[in-house]
């Protein structure tokens, strides 16, 4: 069994600060944990305003605390987020979140990330070296 804490993994290198300002993240669960999957708790800084495309993952997105949209770049249909909203980019969705207030959002990623990533200049994560199929 696995049994970790926000405010414990928070004080680790588990928390990852968005380079750009708009959001950190603590990886409460990861690759190396061997769940098929990663879990984190992220929050969006309010203001935020930035475009994702998660090209080598999947994500699904249940917002806590806070209000914002994301919009899905391929329709320009814009969703309203606020405590109870669960949205998944189950297809690679190119979008933009955009925070009104400070969100805090529960995240799932598959496959599982490995603890140190970042927004590349497209707005995704790279996979693994071990995970990209040649």
Not at 44 to 51: E, N
Request: charged share 25%; with cysteine; hydrophobic share 35%.
């Amino acid at each position: 069994m696995i049994v970790r804490q926000l405010q414990d993994a928070e004080k680790t290198s588990r928390k990852i600060v968005d380079p750009k300002g708009n959001w950190d993240s603590t990886r409460l669960l990861l690759k190396s944990d061997g769940m098929g999957f990663s879990f984190h708790i992220t929050t969006i800084y309010a203001g935020a305003d930035f475009q994702m495309h998660y090209q080598n993952h999947l994500e699904s997105v249940y917002c806590m605390s806070g209000k914002g949209e994301v919009e899905t770049l391929a329709d320009g249909k814009k969703y309203p987020i606020s405590p109870g909203t669960l949205y998944i980019l189950d297809q690679h969705d190119k979008h933009v979140l955009r925070a009104f207030e400070e969100m805090k959002m529960a995240c799932v990623f598959n496959p599982p990330l490995t603890g140190k990533e970042v927004h590349n200049a497209e707005g995704a994560y790279e996979l693994d070296a071990d995970e990209i199929e040649e």
